[in-house]
């Protein structure tokens, strides 16, 4: 069976459980390792990871990445998941479960820049990579033996020691023959994993497996499923087309293929952006209309400035509130034409605001732009809009000053902290 010592690279033949070249218990084996070309990478806590490489101190101490006790956990590393600390968790109750936790405020930029190191060291593999998020991607290798020199699994663990020795962070590998069975696989062995799932054992992999596990299918659609008697993937895989789709639609079947670990998509490089949103969590609750409008105002603009950063313009706007009791409140709006402008989104969401701010204490705030256009058709001007074209050359030379003298170079009244 082929093996693959992922610290020295080494490759033999026969499965072993320890590297015969450097001693290495970090082997990998199984049968398809050379020849599956799909992955699936993902940092391990990847916010944390990085504060913990600044801050050397921190290595053993739990450490959560969040916006302070009203806010929620951004990201966490292996010691804090232990103690009962999930991504997304109200920041109060990560801190009861984990109280000698280290909070570190989020430094979206850091992030950022060390994603897009990883993601250029990606791009040096393959052209095919799919970006998932800040810190994954699914990659497709097929092709590239020739290349590299080495089948995939080897580029791949030597991509893996390159991003700990030059980013400072790990990550952790999901190797199978599509990019359902990869992105399953990366979850098996975190943190620092390399773990293959072949074509011929997927479906015997998932059947035991809860529905839960499926990617998709969230807490109301596993108890649809439980409800109608399928709480195991196998159950659900076992369904003909037909009968899947009389019992849960049009996504019937598709659902019933990929319980059996069947995915037909392809690693897509250029994967459409749907949607570009901002938000933030308030310390307090806020219920009056004109405190909700400062942070409001502060969020078009950094939407403005995403919009720009990607290349895409706002078709229409989505207001998102979420209340005291974590209830979720989103309203929505077409735009007459394509905006990148903090004053056209702001202008277009504040009646949105007006209609929701009905006394109801709210905990946080945000706000999306979708769909998106294209950034040339952005606020081009009409006969009903002819400033638009002065207004955003006038936003382009604030942002020019804010970026060689900070962002409180400029500031509009409205965005003004009290």
Known sequence: ?????????????????????????????????FRLTVAHVDCDAFYASVEKRDRPELLSRPVIVGGGKRGVVSACCYIARTRGVRSAMPMFKALAACPDAVVIKPEMAKYVHEGRRIRTMME?????????????????????????????????????????????????IGLAANRLMAKLAAERDKPRGFAVIGADEAAGWLAPQPVSLLPGVGPAMAKR???????????????????????????????????????????????????????????????????????????????????????????????????AAFATRTRAARLPQPTRLPDVLFAA???????????????????????????????????????APKRAARWAAVETLRAKFGDGAVMRGRGLRK
Do not use: Y
């Not at 052209?127 to 590239?144: H, K």
């Not at 195991?232 to 996504?251: H, I, K, S, Y």
């Not at 009646?351 to 294209?374: N, S, V, Y």
């Open 349 to 387: 969401v504040r009646p949105l605001l007006a209609k929701e701010a009905d006394g109801t204490a709210f905990r946080l705030i945000g706000i999306g732009a979708q769909p998106l256009a294209a950034a040339a058709d952005a606020d081009l001007g009409d006969l009903a809009d002819p400033e």
């Open 225 to 323: 499923l439980q409800a109608a008697g399928f709480s195991t993937l196998g159950q659900l895989g076992a369904l003909e087309p037909r009968e899947a789709m009389r019992r849960f639609g049009d996504e019937g079947p598709a659902l019933a293929a990929r319980a059996r670990g069947e995915d037909a998509r392809r690693v897509n490089p250029d994967r459409e952006t749907k949607s570009i949103s901002a938000e933030t969590t308030f310390e307090t609750d806020i219920a009056a209309r004109e405190a909700l409008e400062a942070p409001l105002w502060r969020l078009c603009e950094k939407l403005a400035r995403r919009l720009t950063e990607k290349g895409f313009a706002a078709g229409g706007v989505t207001l998102k509130l979420k209340t």
């Open 124 to 172: 040096a593999l393959t052209p095919l990579v799919q970006p998932m998020s800040i810190d994954e991607a699914v990659l497709d290798l097929a092709g590239t033996e020739a290349l590299h020199g080495a089948p995939p699994a080897v580029v791949l663990a030597r991509f893996a020691l390159a991003v700990e020795r030059e980013v400072g962070v790990t990550v952790s």
């Open 1 to 33: 069976m082929p093996t693959l010592c992922r610290d020295c690279l080494h490759r033999v033949e026969p499965a072993v459980t320890r590297c015969v070249a450097c001693g290495s218990r970090r082997v990998v084996s199984h049968p398809e390792l």
